[in-house]
C-alpha cells in the first residue's frame, strides 16, 4: 500500500507540474512567442520527442519541470528572424498572462477536482440526527435487551436505520440534542408528526410516543385529599437518559394535572438534592418525600438543576381532606 501512494504522489505531481507548465506554454503560443522547450523533471533526459519548433520530454528527477521561452531576459542572445517572437518583445500585458499562467492553472486543478468531489458525493442526507438503529422495545438505557413480553416500540415499521429526521412536529431539527428536548416536552401517547429524508424522498411519519419502563409515577400518600391527588412527576435516573449527565433523577414527565406541576417543576428538571441529601435514583426521591411527610413537615426542600442553572423548589404537601 505505501508503494501504491508513493506511486500515487509521483504520478499526481508529474501532473500537475505538466499542467502548471502548460499555462505557460498555452498562453506563450497564444501571443505568438517561441517555445523551444516543453519538459517535465529536471537532470538527465529520459525521453523527448520534437514537434514542430518545440522539443517535448521526461527528464530523470520528478522535482519540477519548465518550458523554454526564447528571449526571457535581455541578456539572451536571440537571433534576428526569432526577435519579434521573444518574450522580451512583447508587450507588458501579454509577459505579465504568460508568468501568472501557471499558477492560474492550479485554481483550475483546485475548482475541477472541488466540482469532481461534488459530483460524486452522496445524494443521501446524512445528519447528526440521523436514525442508527431501530430498537424492538423501548428500554431505559442503550442496548439493554427486550424484557419478556414487551410491547413493540412505536418505531417499528415506522423508522429505518439511515432515516434522517430534519423536523419534529413543523420544527427543524440539526442536532440529537434538539431532537431529545423535544421529544422529552411531550407526554407519553402523544403522536408526533416527524418529518424524515429516506432514500433522497421526503416523508412524514407519525408514531406514539411511549413511556420509558424505568419511569416512575408515585403518591405521597393514601390521604392526599383533594388539591390534586399525586405528585404526577415521572423520574428516571440521569445516567438511563441520554444527555442528562451522570448525577441525580431527571423529570422524564410531569402531569400537568398534578402537585409538581402546580409546584413549578418542569419536565427535563434534574433532581439534584431533596432534604439536603443527594438522589441517583427515583426510589430514593420517593424515600425522601414518605419520610418527610411522616415527620410532620409541610414542605420538603429539593434543589433541581435545569440546562446549566439550578433553584430551590419548596416541595409542599396537599392539605389532607376535612
Known amino acids: 500500500m505505501m508503494t501504491i501512494g508513493i506511486l500515487a504522489f509521483v504520478v499526481a505531481l508529474l501532473v500537475s507540474v505538466m499542467l502548471h507548465e502548460a499555462g505557460h506554454f498555452v498562453t506563450a503560443k497564444?501571443?505568438?512567442?517561441?517555445?523551444?522547450?516543453?519538459?517535465?523533471?529536471?537532470?538527465?533526459?529520459?525521453?523527448?520527442?520534437?514537434?514542430?519548433?518545440?522539443?517535448y520530454g521526461v527528464k530523470a528527477i520528478p522535482a519540477g519541470g519548465f518550458v523554454k521561452i526564447i528571449g526571457m531576459t535581455p541578456l539572451e542572445d536571440v537571433p534576428v528572424e526569432d526577435q519579434p517572437?521573444?518574450?522580451?518583445?512583447?508587450?507588458?500585458?501579454?509577459?505579465?498572462?504568460?508568468?501568472?499562467?501557471?499558477?492560474?492553472?492550479?485554481f483550475i486543478i483546485a475548482l475541477v477536482l472541488l466540482l469532481i468531489l461534488l459530483l460524486g458525493w452522496p445524494s443521501v442526507l446524512h445528519g447528526a440526527s440521523q436514525v442508527q438503529t431501530v430498537e424492538n422495545c423501548?428500554?431505559?438505557?442503550?442496548?439493554?435487551?427486550c424484557p419478556a413480553g414487551a410491547a413493540l416500540a412505536p418505531a417499528v415499521g415506522k423508522f429505518k436505520p439511515n432515516d434522517v429526521i430534519t423536523?419534529?412536529?413543523?420544527?427543524?431539527?440539526?442536532?440529537?440534542?434538539?431532537?431529545?428536548?423535544?421529544?422529552?416536552?411531550?407526554?407519553?401517547?402523544?403522536?408526533?408528526?416527524?418529518?424524515?429524508?429516506?432514500?433522497?424522498?421526503?416523508?412524514t411519519l407519525t408514531p406514539k410516543l411511549a413511556p420509558l419502563p424505568g419511569e416512575k409515577t408515585f403518591k405521597v400518600g393514601r390521604d392526599d385529599g383533594k388539591v390534586?391527588?399525586?405528585?404526577?412527576?415521572?423520574?428516571?435516573?440521569?445516567?438511563?437518559?441520554?444527555?442528562?449527565?451522570?448525577?441525580?433523577?431527571?423529570?422524564?414527565?410531569?402531569d400537568p394535572k398534578g402537585l409538581g406541576a402546580e409546584q413549578g417543576i418542569r419536565q427535563g428538571d434534574v433532581i439534584l438534592e431533596i432534604a439536603g441529601k443527594r438522589?441517583?435514583?427515583?426510589?430514593?426521591?420517593?424515600?425522601?418525600?414518605d419520610e418527610a411527610r411522616k415527620d410532620g413537615r409541610?414542605?420538603?426542600?429539593?434543589?433541581?438543576?435545569?440546562?446549566?442553572?439550578?433553584?430551590?423548589?419548596?416541595?409542599?404537601?396537599?392539605?389532607?381532606?376535612?
Open 298 to 322: 409541610k414542605a420538603v426542600l429539593m434543589r433541581l438543576k435545569s440546562g446549566e442553572d439550578s433553584r430551590f423548589v419548596a416541595l409542599a404537601f396537599p392539605k389532607k381532606a376535612s
Open 138 to 145: 423501548v428500554t431505559v438505557s442503550a442496548n439493554e435487551p
Open 228 to 254: 390534586g391527588g399525586t405528585f404526577g412527576l415521572q423520574l428516571a435516573p440521569a445516567t438511563d437518559v441520554g444527555g442528562a449527565g451522570n448525577e441525580g433523577v431527571v423529570v422524564a414527565g410531569v
Open 85 to 106: 517572437r521573444a518574450f522580451i518583445n512583447k508587450p507588458g500585458w501579454q509577459r505579465f498572462i504568460v508568468l501568472i499562467a501557471g499558477s492560474t492553472m492550479h
Open 279 to 289: 438522589v441517583s435514583e427515583p426510589a430514593r426521591v420517593k424515600a425522601a418525600i
Open 167 to 203: 423536523a419534529v412536529n413543523g420544527e427543524a431539527i440539526v442536532s440529537p440534542k434538539e431532537l431529545a428536548m423535544k421529544i422529552s416536552a411531550m407526554k407519553p401517547g402523544d403522536s408526533v408528526k416527524v418529518s424524515i429524508v429516506r432514500d433522497g424522498k421526503e416523508q
Open 30 to 55: 497564444l501571443f505568438g512567442m517561441k517555445a523551444t522547450q516543453f519538459f517535465v523533471g529536471f537532470g538527465t533526459t529520459l525521453w523527448s520527442r520534437q514537434r514542430g519548433e518545440t522539443e
